[in-house]
């Protein structure tokens, strides 16, 4: 098929197809002899599973899977998709430590997880920082807009996270993933905190959390349906892969006599 024919049939233009073909996301296509490149059903699985892996893992990740894919190296791409699911879980530990923490903190503090425990004490700037995969100075700029509150250690001055400042970090994380500015997220911590000490959220300030813990919780679960739906397509074109010719339309009966 032409380039035109792969774009028309997954809503994108020839440029991106071509583009896509250029940065390694799809296989080298042939060429005939006049030069113009000639497209196939293994381009067509790659292309499908690249866009699945875009809406599941972000175009990024997504380039880096079909890339290691193309090199032949399949287990670097296995720990591309496992880390995507790794962060998905974090999420949604992070959603369940808030959700714990609107309903319940005052009375009773949070069962440990994944995203609230700090087993061996309060973390550095630095530690914190690795935990979540930024910079120091991304975690600086958090506390200059008043998402993050962390005490100072007597005599040095220097910056200790514990249990709630971590799980601060954490939403906050979170919540800049999915697009929010940081003036917002800072209301949604501050609320957090306000449920710490009192152990309830009243008014428009418990509407406004519940909404967002809400949509929350749908932005996880649409993104853990397509990661399903990427593993299929990533799957499909592995397999492609791996038996590039296409079945015989006759069927594998040999033609009598």
Known sequence: MRPADLARGHGLSTQAVRNYERDGFLPP???????????????AAALRAFLALVTAYGHQRAGRIMNAVHRGALDDALDAVDRGHARLLRDRETLAAVRQAVGHLAAEPPHPTAATATAGGPLT??????????????????????????????????????????????LAHLLRRGGYPLDRIATVVRQIRATARTGAVTGAGAD????????????????????????ARLADYLSACADPTPPDPAGAQ???G
Request: aromatic share 6%; glycine share 10%.
């Open 29 to 43: 296509a042939e060429r005939t002899p006049s030069g113009y490149r000639v497209y196939t059903p293994l381009h």
């Open 125 to 170: 700037v630095g530690e914190l920082a690795r935990r979540l995969g930024v910079t120091p100075a991304t975690l600086r700029n958090w506390e200059a807009a008043g998402i993050l509150d962390p005490a100072r250690e007597p005599g040095t001055g220097y910056r200790v996270f514990r249990e709630g400042d971590v799980r601060d970090a954490e």
């Open 208 to 231: 406004a959390l519940t909404r967002a813990l809400d949509d929350w919780q749908r932005q996880l679960t649409a993104r853990g349906a397509a990661m399903l739906t990427a593993a």
């Open 254 to 256: 040999p033609p009598a």
